[in-house]
C-alpha cells in the first residue's frame, strides 16, 4: 500500500453522474498485408483508468491543489483510496492535473466547484475484504441427569411387611418319616391356620414324650 492516503477532508466518493471506469488497452495489433490483424497480449496485469468528478467548496479546492503539488508530487506518488466499485482499498496514480471548473459565483454566497481528472489503479494494491470466519458451532449439550429418589418410606414398609411374612411350612402326615413318599400330602401353613396346627403339634408331641410304661415309672 502506498505511504500517502487521499485526504479525509475531500469527497471521498465521486459524483455519480461523473464517474466512469476502463481497463487499459493490454493487447498489440499489427496489421497483415492481407486478412486480419494479429492481435497478443503484451500484459497481464490489468490496469483500470477511472475518469472522477467530485463537487467542491473554495477551501476543499486550496486542499486538492496542495495534495496534488506536494503531498504525491504532482502525479508521481501513488495514494490510497477505495475503489469505487467493490469498496475495497487500492492504490491510485492521477494521469493529470485535476481541472478544476467553477459552478457557483462567490458573490453569490453559494461558491462551490466541480474538480474532474483521472486515475489509474496499480495493478495488484486492492485490499480484499475477506469474510469473517464462521463462528464455532455451540458444545453439545450434556444429557439431562436423571436422579432417582429412592423412596425410602417405602422400602421401610416392604421391610417391615416381609418381617411380618411367615415363610410357608410343608407337614406331613407322617412326622417321623425322613423322606416324604410320594403319597403324602403337604400341608402349608397360612396365617389363619398356623397357630392351631403349632398348638396340635406341641399336644402331639407333649403325648409321645408322656408314655408310661408298666412298672409305673414315666420315662
Known sequence: MADVIWPAGLPQA????????????RTVRTAMAVGPAKVRRRATAA???????????RTQVALLKTF???????????????????GNEIDYRFLGAPVLVPRAPRQGGTEYWVATFRLETMPGTEVTSEPPDPPDPPPPEDPP??????????????RKAERRRIPPVLVFDEPQAITPVAEDSPVILTPHNTKRLRQNLL???YIQQSIWFDDGEKK
Request: proline share 3%; glycine share 4%.
Open 68 to 86: 496534488y503539488r506536494e503531498s504525491i508530487q504532482a502525479g508521481a506518488l501513488a495514494f490510497t483510496w477505495k475503489h469505487h466499485q467493490t
Open 14 to 25: 465521486p459524483q455519480v453522474a461523473g464517474y466512469s471506469q476502463q481497463d487499459e488497452e
Open 145 to 158: 441427569v436423571i436422579v432417582i429418589t429412592p423412596d425410602v418410606e417405602a422400602q421401610e414398609r416392604e
Open 47 to 57: 490496469v483500470e483508468n477511472c475518469d472522477v468528478e467530485i463537487k467542491l467548496t
Open 203 to 205: 399336644e402331639e408331641q
